[in-house]
């Protein structure tokens, strides 16, 4: 990546979303010299973190015509990761011990973060740039540039041209719904974690859950406290897969993946196993659906696989005009939100140019071939697991920004591990003191915090 050779250029640059990536967005593109409009549908910022007991009428989310709830999240949800490896490199997510109304946990609640953003936001002056209650329609190219249809709350219409937008709308309002045999006649009801909030209409009823991860694991344990039964179908797990966990009330198994869904109301698992199940939830992730974005058929959506996107972020022909913040999947959200901004907000001006259209679809073409020679399946292009510190510091050499930290990237690598042995108690019990004492005497060092670390460190958990 080359300096490029012309002046800094001060662009209009709109901004779709003010969740964590838009909000973060903004302040780069603004320190870049641009001027900035960031557009939300919602009367607040924090995107998918602000809380809602309202769900969609349709609970799969199968029709497109539905009213859109945005926000996953349910109401006991905690964060899967420490805070501290959560935040923004240069505002870290600490305790707010002066707030009594404040979450000072580890792995605090959905609305510490949220909390955290409208820090954020205050701290960096971002609300002045927002549009609240402002639904976009239409973004499409218009002779170099992009025009952005919305209408707002008062039912007001706005037909605008920028010189680019930066699309940070998030990916987790669309489910991904499992599919399975039979299920077309089986009688009970389907809802997806996207419209679960909290456990009480499963009282005493017996329940599948469809996935073992952060959600899955999450509800599937909420659900059995009023549950009669709660089972798991996890694909995971090994075919004849059949446990019982005792934690929280001694009502929750284990399976592998559903085998077959029955007219009587049964469910059969690929262990054999066979429920009569009331209800199941489908704790199966999300798919990237971008339905008033217009790119006369350059860009599209297959199999998952957000295309065509150098760096899962600029489309090469449309580049850098168009541009994504957030779309791969990985525990560094924060920080990959701020690095990719960075890297755009850079290029914008002009201060870093990208390769051409031929080299970034020449680079497309060579990592497309990889991930099917290594037999990855093209739903997991933008999962980057165990990949992805090695994609952010590429992304952070572009534009001058320091590498991922080793406490960072190793307390969520040691986190998920927790996740995965102790479902029931890695946020309340871990083992990484270490990585959080380094943190916090990172922060002190950086003059990010104005108590020394010690004062957290020593106030136990």
Same mark, same amino acid.
């Given at each position: ?21 838009? /909000?973060?967005?903004?302040?780069? /593109? ?191 344990? @909420? ?108 525990? /560094? ?40 020679? /290594? ?52 946020? @309340? ?33």
């Amino acid at each position: 990546m080359a300096p490029a050779p012309s002046p800094i250029n001060s662009q209009h640059v709109a901004v779709i979303g003010a969740g964590a990536a838009g /909000l973060v967005a903004a302040r780069e /593109l603004r320190r870049e010299g641009h001027t900035v409009v960031v557009l939300d549908r919602e009367k607040q910022v924090g995107g998918l973190w602000v809380y809602t007991p309202e769900t969609e009428s349709d609970e799969l989310g199968l029709d497109p015509t539905r009213p859109i709830v945005h926000s996953s999240v349910y109401k006991s949800l905690r964060t899967n990761l420490p805070r501290e490896c959560m935040g923004y490199k240069d505002f870290p997510f600490v305790p707010r011990g002066d707030d009594p109304s404040r979450d000072s946990r580890r792995y605090p609640s959905h609305r510490e973060v949220l909390a955290y953003l409208q820090d954020f936001a205050t701290e960096f002056n971002i609300e002045e740039m927002i549009r609240f209650e402002t639904e976009v329609l239409r973004v499409e190219p218009v002779n170099g540039k992009w025009r952005v249809q919305s209408k707002t709350g008062g039912g007001f219409s706005n037909d605008e041209i920028y010189d680019a937008v930066v699309m940070c709308c998030g990916h987790f309002a669309e489910p991904n719904i499992a599919q399975i045999p039979g299920i077309e006649s089986w009688p009970g009801r389907q809802t997806h974690s996207h419209s679960y909030r909290v456990p009480d209409p499963f009282k005493d009823e017996v329940v599948v859950v469809i996935g073992n991860f952060a959600s899955g694991a999450d509800i599937s344990r @909420d659900i059995s406290k009023v549950a009669k039964e709660v089972h798991i179908a996890s694909r995971a797990s090994k075919s004849n897969t059949f446990e019982k966990r005792p934690v929280p009330n001694n009502n929750l198994w284990m399976h592998s993946e559903i085998d077959t869904a029955h007219e009587d109301g049964t469910i059969v698992f690929k262990n054999g196993k066979v429920v009569h199940a009331d209800t199941i939830v489908h704790c199966t992730g999300y798919k990237y659906y971008f339905p008033f974005l217009e790119t006369n058929n350059y860009m599209r959506v297959d199999d998952n696989r957000v295309e065509p996107l150098y760096k899962h972020i600029f489309p090469p022909a449309l580049a850098p005009g168009l541009s994504f913040i957030g779309l791969p999947a990985m525990g /560094l959200q924060f920080y990959m939100f701020e690095v990719q901004s960075k890297w755009v907000a850079a290029v914008l001006s002009g201060r870093v140019t990208l390769p051409s259209v031929d080299e970034m679809m020449d680079d497309l073409k060579l990592s497309y071939e990889t991930q099917e020679a /290594l037999g990855i399946p093209k739903r997991y292009t933008h999962k980057l697991g165990k990949s992805q510190c090695e994609y952010l510091d590429w992304i952070a050499d572009q534009c001058g920004f320091p590498h991922v930290e080793h406490w960072r990237d190793q307390e969520v690598t040691r986190g998920y591990q927790r996740l995965g042995n102790q479902p029931e108690t890695f946020r @309340d019990e871990w083992d990484d003191d270490d990585l959080m004492e380094e943190a916090y005497e990172d922060f002190a060092r950086l003059n990010l915090i104005n108590f020394h670390p010690s004062r957290f460190l020593e106030s136990g958990r």
